[in-house]
């Protein structure tokens, strides 16, 4: 049962005096199957039964249909999300402006690949976006082998650095302003920024250390909770949390993956310290090599914080994509310090989270120090005892957060969902995306749980298998036994654990920070996200072009286009293909793609001589009709997705290439078997339980 | 004898000019023989000779006067060891009417130029200031700062360092912004951490081989070089603009905290910094430390930051009730190992209206020589002033003669060995056949080190006579005079490199001639050294009573060597060469140098710090302050420094060394009221307001620190500056007052004093 916080909001509730109403023993927050009885005087909470006493302010008669007359115009009563403005008890301090602060890596490598350069013009464009009005600040600090704040005294004093050089014992110095009101000081950060690439374009140190950086920037958030944005470019080698370089060992499918775990206790307890005092923590990795993905994550995934990486970074092509997470990462719909706890009506029982969340031992919240829109939670509910068949079971979320204008308020889903004795009838409401990015979730807990390669791939295949058994067994037993049945809603589930079993995660041969970046994905992806990921969209360019027609350059809406199936059976002779999983794009050119197509895309008369350009092609926005439509299409399809999705050339012998073959997922390669070979494998394991 | 007539000429003071041969003798003498010498005493007429000293080689006693020269066999006798030494080649031209300078009669003080062993560098300091303070208080120790840089030359270099909670050291050298290194006021660093942390490792200071080049970190070959201390020229527009932008600490602070204030650590950061910029014995190299406060964080903590804790005052310190103070005392001891080892001089301008802790900074102090001010507030012209003269250039007015990494030994005659000195230097591990058994002061050495000396700085040393009672000597002339070499080579202001030597003699007497003793026995230097060795004796020995010792010591030297007959005070008579003693003894007793009462911890140890560190007729004015009556009968004539001398038609100057009052009488006071010194046919009157006034002036002129100026009536407030350094000869219980004014005292008079000093001596 995933909950976010997704547009369009949530009609909003002033409890600012009173708080709202809640059932006076399990909490539940006012819902519309709470039942008005004894002429509107009590209420029976339709979670935990409790005849309540509706307060005064609250009264309403009951129509004669037993609903209360104002049922219509009270939010609460007839939606099943409401946002409540938080009345005073639910301000645990008063709430704080939205703080940012930037950490930016100087080393020399980071200089020499353009990393910093372009960071700094990010930060510079994602200043301009920040939210949260005047109140709204922001930090900013360099690192290599020490951690440099930079402090502005007034609007008209010029910065100072203040170098913490001891990055055994990293602290943020008291001693001048170090976070500054964004909008006020707009004029400066930005003069900053453009200065600090010169500024430190004669560093030779080649060290950095991004935790201790890290560590200190959480402890200037400390007192105001908000977001640290870390931008890493090698492997932090000094101070505290300074991580060794290790090999991938353990490629085997019986081996334990001890590289996905953090290297570094005192990483996860940082990561509960900022969870502590809300504190969030995001990963961007701009490395050339390998950065130890796994341990860093850890800061990211328990504080509601986000992992991008753009490793190998290369600045000309890859700017864009990060300048536009960055814009996006500040400028969406988010929340800070927020506490969410899930209830269910009696007979159900929430027995796990999972996201990237904080849970205190022993406390049934949990603390997410920031949540927006691209994150979801997982809440697994148990059925503790048996459910009347045609009643209701309820699940009610609650989360409380502060919002970007500074105000705490409480977003509440109820859920009533059917209960039924039939089992064909659940299969009919089962819902592939929910059960998939389950299962997705559940793969990257126990890759992080030290399980083998092989245990897992075996995890996704049984949880397929049993599904479909205990359809095959309770819904269509009367079906021949050598065909493959199906429930309807999840006839893609062997195709999505296929594509999980082919994904970055579970295959073989991954790099050990890009499966760490997969798991920290998949463990915060929402339902709808994690389709796309797994099963790519594959669009033909060529035949969209001549639909389209000559010199038209409006792609239809991006919603609309339905993808191919992803088998090299779909590219067409001669044809140009886009495929795009919500991350990246890749336009794959095949050997005969005609050279006016060539010539119109890329500015290259030949497919020979596109091979001879010794960097990778750029895709410059071009000034035809078929480069227009191209463009066009892509931002259709990065609105869809609210991401920018760079766009990678694949022709022959490119790295682009193989990433782009090796998403194809329904053909036989080194990842695995062909999907027809999977159902054949999948529809023997039900036999075998069958028989 | 006319002792100070000899100090002009050599910079020595002896207790005793005349030496009893004996050791038995010698403790009858009960006024330790000591020699109070200033070694940077600016002599006009001595000469410098562009050549190195020639050493005896037995002893190492340079070749001076006294010395017996054989010109025919090129042979000079050591007067010291006696051996017989030959001159060296490039002296085969000397004769009785061609003697080189050394060998002059009057050059008994001589400095020469020795060859540099290290490259010269130009002088450095750190500026380490105080953040902890008012804004106010801040923008006027800015203001004096700037002020003072102004006068610097371009290629001295300097650094700053700021601490409040956290010790800020600035980086000069970077000039795209203001840059600064942030410690962490609470934490322990080690030297070596803090100059890893700042990046300087395999700076000026590191051995090519050395231990310290091992380690992995440290800044790539090839970068630029950080620069905390630079040229002022070159870093001039930094320093001033980071000395602009310098706010108020902005930790906050509760009302009933005192700020974190991490003096302690600032210090150790400043001591890191200038040992790694600065080679060592290379330049003269001062940490001036501007502080506003206790220190309340890390290392050398004086005092909590609650305020429920009071900070520590005498009685605490008495009864060991002072939480901290070993713990920092120790710590700055440690510093002070670290500073005098690098030869690095701390100075402190201590500016504000409660204690600091410059009781417990002041073994840093004193042991590397520096300089200490201690006022109410960055506003007083003494912090002004005194800063300024710190800078002060030579030929310009109130040069210091600051020199610098001073290394000082002594060598005496057979039959005395050195028992310690007291003063601000620091031991030197060195064997030496001359040290004695007793260890005084710093002892068990016969060579110091002064990081930092001005003209002023003065020596006192101990002696001990070894030699047996009226021994029989074949040598007749070598065993009636006994010499005193006093060698120090220093790094001159002008960046030379100087060896100065100083040879006194004097004659040894049998013990028993009294008389002869007598008369050569200082009563000026004699009061200064038990004042020195006093309040030694004071911050040393557990329940020492300072009063009680003065006075057993003044009474067995009026049993000794006064004309009397036994149990007959009437009879009781003191020679004229100990005359005055008694008196200075009576005010010595109720100077704050022994007077604990009423002063704080930080207040003592800046007086006493003074006292060790200034020449005889200096720390005579702080014993007993001189006292100038003006008036219309005639010229100013010094009067007695007792109440007594107050008269309606008198103005008084006096001079207490740390203030000057300047004191009207009742009736001048009226005039003045009036203005009659402004009407044409009163001129007389206004020269007799101006006079004292001038006078005052010229005492702030020519001292360190700047002593503060009191302006007041008869039956002022202020008056009190006077009244408590006056003989309190007139008291409420008083029959008959005997002058204008009493003191409400019930401290005994000089001659109730006397008077019980007569009847003591004479028991039996």
């Known amino acids: ?691 | 004898m006319d002792f100070a007539a000899l100090e002009d000429i050599d910079g020595v003071r002896l207790t005793w000019n005349i030496w009893p041969n004996s050791k038995l003798e010698a403790t009858k003498c009960v006024i330790p023989f000591a020699s109070v010498y200033t070694p940077n005493k600016r002599l006009p007429t001595m000469p410098v000779l562009p050549y190195e000293p020639i050493p005896c080689k037995q002893c190492t006693a340079v070749l001076n006067p006294y010395a017996r020269v054989d010109f025919y066999s090129k042979v000079w006798i050591c007067p010291f060891c006696h051996s017989r030494n030959h001159f060296p080649a490039h002296y085969q031209g000397i004769s009785d009417t061609n003697m080189p300078a050394e060998l002059y009669p009057n050059y008994c003080t001589i400095e020469y130029t020795l060859p540099k062993t290290v490259a010269p560098h130009p002088p450095a300091y750190v500026f380490l200031i105080d953040t902890c303070v008012s804004e106010d208080e801040l923008g006027a120790c800015k203001t004096a700062i700037m002020q003072a840089i102004q006068t610097l030359p371009e290629y001295a270099y300097v650094g700053l360092v700021t601490f409040g909670t956290h010790v800020h050291v600035y980086e000069l050298g970077f000039t795209e912004c203001s840059k600064c290194f942030v410690f962490r006021g609470s934490k322990e660093y080690t030297s070596q951490q803090i100059v890893e942390q700042l990046g300087m490792r395999g700076g000026a200071s590191a051995r090519p081989g050395g231990p310290g080049q091992a380690g992995p970190a440290g800044p790539q070959p090839g970068a630029p070089q950080r620069r905390f201390l630079m040229p002022l020229g070159e870093c001039e527009f930094t320093l001033t603009t980071a000395l602009e932008e310098l706010q108020k600490d902005s930790y906050p602070v509760i009302a009933t905290h005192r700020p974190a204030r991490c003096t302690g650590t600032a210090m150790q950061v400043a001591a890191a910094l200038m040992g790694a910029s600065v080679p060592i014995g290379s330049c003269a190299a001062r940490i001036l430390l501007f502080v506003g406060g206790p220190c309340t964080e890390g290392q050398g903590k004086v005092v909590s930051r609650e305020l429920t804790e009071e900070i520590r005052s005498h009685k605490d310190l008495a009864k060991d009730g002072a939480p901290h103070y070993r713990k920092a005392k120790k710590f700055y001891d440690g510093l002070a190992a670290e500073l005098v080892a690098h030869g690095h001089a701390l100075d402190v301008f201590a500016c504000a209206l409660d204690q600091v802790g410059v009781a417990e900074m002041k073994d840093v102090v004193m042991t590397t020589g520096g300089l200490t001010v201690q006022t109410d507030t960055y506003h007083n012209v003494v912090f002004r002033d005194s800063l300024k003269r710190l800078f002060a250039r030579d030929g310009e007015e109130g040069f210091l003669g600051l020199s610098s990494n001073a290394t000082f030994e002594v060598i005496p005659s057979r039959d005395i060995k050195v028992a310690g000195l007291l003063g601000p230097a620091a031991r030197v591990d060195k064997k030496s056949p001359h040290v004695a058994d007793v260890e005084v002061g710093l002892g068990g050495t016969t060579t110091w080190k002064l990081c930092s000396l001005d003209s002023e700085t003065s020596l006192a040393l101990l002696y001990e006579i070894t030699a047996t009672a009226n021994r029989d000597a074949g040598d007749a002339q070598a065993n009636a005079q006994f010499f005193l070499q006093f060698i120090t080579r220093y790094l001159h202001w002008t960046g030379e490199l100087r060896c100065r030597v100083t040879t006194v003699t004097r004659r040894w007497i049998d013990g028993s001639q009294i008389g002869e003793i007598i008369s050569g026995f200082d009563q000026e230097a004699a009061a200064v050294l038990m004042g020195r060795l006093a309040t030694h004796k004071m911050e040393t020995e557990e329940d020492f009573d300072a009063t009680r010792w003065l006075d057993r010591a003044l009474i067995r030297l009026a049993q000794r060597f006064g004309d009397y007959r036994k149990d007959d005070p009437q009879s009781f008579n003191l020679r004229p060469e100990l005359s005055f003693y008694p008196q200075f003894m009576f005010h010595l007793r109720r100077s704050p140098f022994v007077q604990v009462f009423g002063n704080s911890p930080d207040e003592t140890a800046y007086y006493r710090m003074a006292l060790f560190r200034v020449s005889v007729p200096d720390a005579m004015v702080m014993i007993q302050p001189q006292l100038t009556a003006y008036h219309f009968n005639g010229p100013p004539e010094p009067v007695l420094l007792d109440v007594s001398s107050i008269l309606p038609e008198r103005v008084l100057l006096l001079d207490a060394y740390f203030y000057v009052v300047v004191f009207h009488g009742t009736t001048i006071a009226q005039w003045r009221k009036a203005e009659y010194h402004l009407q044409p046919e009163h001129v007389a009157f206004a020269q007799v307001l101006a006079a004292p006034q001038a006078e005052g002036k010229e005492i702030v002129r020519r001292r360190f620190p700047v002593p503060k100026i009191v302006d007041c009536d008869h039956n002022g407030s202020q008056a009190r500056f006077l009244l408590v350094k006056l003989n309190p000869s007139s008291t409420y219980t008083s029959a008959t007052p005997m002058s204008a004014e009493v003191i409400n005292t019930d401290d005994v008079s000089l001659a109730t004093f006397t008077e019980h000093l007569k009847r003591l001596a004479v028991q039996s």
């Open chain 1, 1 to 691: 049962m995933p909950s976010k916080p997704t547009p369009p909001p949530a009609q909003t509730v002033d409890a600012s005096e009173a708080g709202p109403v809640r059932c006076g023993r399990c909490k539940a927050y006012m819902n519309p199957w709470m039942r008005f009885t004894g002429s509107g005087r009590t209420f029976t909470c339709n979670f935990c039964g409790l005849s309540n006493n509706t307060p005064d302010h609250y009264f309403s008669h009951l129509g004669p249909d037993g609903r209360r007359t104002d049922a219509h115009e009270r939010p609460e009563l007839c939606r099943g999300s409401v946002e409540y403005l938080a009345s005073k008890e639910y301000v645990f301090r008063p709430p704080m402006a939205p703080a940012h602060v930037f950490l930016i890596d100087v080393s020399q490598t980071a200089i020499a690949t353009g990393a910093t350069a372009s960071l700094c013009r990010a930060v510079a464009a994602a200043l301009e976006r920040i939210q949260g009005g005047p109140q709204a600040l922001v930090g900013i600090a360099t690192f290599d082998s020490a951690v440099h704040f930079y402090s502005i005294r007034s609007p008209s004093a010029a910065p100072q650095m203040l170098v913490m050089s001891d990055v055994a014992d990293v602290f943020a110095p008291s001693s001048g302003k170090l976070l500054m009101e964004a909008a006020e000081y707009k004029s400066q950060l930005v003069e900053l920024l453009e200065s600090l690439p010169a500024m430190w374009a004669a560093n030779r140190t080649n060290e950095n250390c991004a935790g201790a950086a890290i560590e200190a920037a959480i402890d200037l958030l400390k007192p105001y909770g908000g977001k640290v944005h870390a931008f890493v470019a090698s492997l932090p080698s000094v101070g505290v949390h300074s991580l060794k370089p290790r090999e991938a060992s353990g490629l085997g499918e019986k081996d334990k993956l001890a590289y996905l775990m953090s290297q570094d206790n005192t990483l996860r307890s940082l990561a509960t310290t900022a969870a502590d005092h809300m504190v969030c923590v995001d990963l961007l990795v701009l490395g050339q090599s390998y950065c130890d993905v796994a341990s860093l994550s850890d800061l990211a995934t328990t504080t509601g914080g986000t992992v991008y990486s753009y490793t190998p970074y290369n600045s000309q092509t890859d700017f864009d994509q990060l300048v536009n997470d960055l814009i996006w990462n500040v400028s969406r719909l988010q929340g800070l310090e927020a506490v969410m706890r899930v209830r269910c009506s009696s007979g159900l029982d929430v027995e796990s989270y999972s996201g990237h969340c904080y849970r205190q031992p022993n406390t049934p919240d949990v603390y997410l120090p920031a949540i927006d829109c691209d994150k979801a939670l997982l809440a697994r509910i148990n059925v503790t005892e048996k459910l009347a068949a045609g009643s209701e079971a309820y699940v009610q979320a609650a989360l409380l957060y502060t919002n970007m204008s500074g105000q705490r308020v409480i977003r509440v889903h109820t859920l009533a969902l059917p209960i039924t004795d039939n089992i064909s009838t659940v299969f009919k409401g089962a819902d592939l995306d929910a059960q998939i990015c389950s299962l997705g979730r559940r793969v990257s807990s126990s890759l992080l749980g030290q399980a083998t390669l092989g245990a897992c791939r075996e995890l996704v295949s049984a949880a397929v298998v049993a599904t479909l058994y205990a359809y095959r067994r309770y819904c269509a037993s009367s079906s021949s036994a050598v065909q493959l049945i199906l429930p309807e809603a999840l006839k893609l589930l062997p195709l999505y654990a296929l594509s999980l079993l082919k994904g970055a995660g579970l295959k073989d041969n991954v790099k050990p920070d890009d499966r760490s970046l997969w798991i920290a994905r998949m463990g915060c992806l929402p339902c709808s996200g994690v389709g796309p990921l797994l099963y790519p969209r594959l669009l033909p360019l060529s035949r969209l072009l001549a639909e389209a027609g000559e010199g038209n350059a409006t792609a239809a809406d991006g919603n609309t286009f339905e993808g191919l199936t992803l088998s090299s059976e779909s590219l067409e002779l001669g044809g140009v293909s886009l495929l795009e999983n919500g991350y990246e794009a890749i336009l794959y050119l095949g050997r005969d793609v005609p050279n006016q197509l060539l010539h119109d895309l890329l500015g290259v008369d030949s497919y020979d001589e596109l091979l001879r350009i010794p960097n990778t092609p750029a895709l410059l926005p071009r000034d035809n009709w078929p480069s227009r439509l191209l463009s066009d299409l892509l931002n259709k399809i990065r609105l869809q997705r609210s991401s920018f999705m760079r766009l990678r050339v694949a022709r022959k012998g490119d790295p682009a290439e193989s990433a782009f073959f090796a998403m194809l997922v329904e053909d036989r390669s080194t990842a695995g078997m062909s999907y027809v070979e999977y159902l054949c494998q999948i529809h023997r394991l039900i036999q075998n339980k069958m028989g």
